[in-house]
């Protein structure tokens, strides 16, 4: 782009040079005008002085009258001389227009590349941030996620819950914090919608719908690790209810979280869950 800015500039004054020579030509054909002009009347006076003398005047007449010739063919070439200065003067004049509207396109272009790079730069910041961001919370998640694995917890298909005996040691490190370290959500209820917005590190995601099934009167929705599930909105609070295998696929049985929008972020206020063996139910509750 400064190439171009460079030759833009090197052509307008090859132009502004090139106006000013044609003036210049233009002076000197006025001056050969001129000059014909006064060789025209000073072979006029000529040929009537040789009129005046007679017959010893004319050859001086013949003279006369040849150098009066001449001053009409050069006034004619100066008039088709100035003709074609006038012509080349509004090439010129054209040339130099195009030129500058050329070099507000590239001013225009210049300012929008500089502009391009800068929004690149912006975004290529922001997205290293939200990787970032991301990149730390899967490695807290995967701590976490390790912890689980470890201990004989209930399982949603291939998704661990969480074990009964490990609850409360993990109320101590939740995930949630983890989480909450790099992630702010605002979920806001409205009839027939949930919507979630969440910001990862100051940048922020596209907010998330959950539309009401009238027909049910509950929000469809997919686990992410897996399992079919339905949101329900009951009393103010938000209520995820699961089916599934639990404890290695060797019980069967529904799970039920119950959530209460507080602070402005919905927050985990129960586990229910109930299992099947041998054609018995146990239910437990957890605060």
């Known amino acids: 782009m400064d190439e171009l800015t460079e030759s833009h500039n090197r052509s307008r004054d090859i132009m502004v040079l090139l106006e000013k020579e044609a003036s210049d030509i233009e002076a000197i054909t006025q001056s050969v005008k001129n000059i014909a002009e006064e060789t025209g009347l000073l072979a006029l006076n000529a040929s009537i002085e040789a009129a005046r003398a007679g017959e010893e005047g004319a050859g001086f007449a013949v003279v006369a009258q040849q150098i009066r010739k001449l001053a009409d063919e050069s006034k004619q070439s100066v008039h088709r001389i100035n003709e074609l200065i006038s012509r080349v003067q509004q090439r010129i004049k054209d040339t130099a227009q195009l030129i500058h509207e050329q070099h507000g396109l590239v001013v225009n272009e210049s300012e929008r590349t500089v502009s391009v790079d800068q929004t690149l730069q912006e975004l290529t910041g922001t997205v290293e941030v939200f990787m970032k961001g991301a990149h730390e919370i899967g490695s807290k998640i995967g701590e976490q996620t390790s912890r689980v694995e470890q201990t004989h917890g209930i399982y949603l298909g291939e998704a661990h819950i969480i074990d009964p005996n490990t609850l409360e040691e993990m109320k101590m490190q939740s995930l949630d914090e983890i989480v909450k370290q790099h992630v702010n959500s605002k979920v806001s209820v409205t009839p027939g919608q949930v919507t979630i917005n969440v910001t990862v590190d100051g940048v922020h995601a596209e907010p998330s719908l959950m539309e009401e099934d009238t027909s049910e009167g509950v929000y469809n929705e997919e686990l992410k690790f897996g399992g ?40 985990a206020m129960d586990l229910e869950y109930s299992t099947e063996e041998y054609e018995e139910e146990y239910y437990e509750s957890f605060d």
């Open 228 to 267: 079919v599930v339905y949101y329900s909105v009951e009393n103010g609070k938000l209520v995820v209810s699961a089916s599934g295998a639990y404890g290695m696929g060797l019980y069967d049985g529904d799970l039920n979280f119950t959530y209460e929008f507080k602070d402005g972020e919905w927050q």
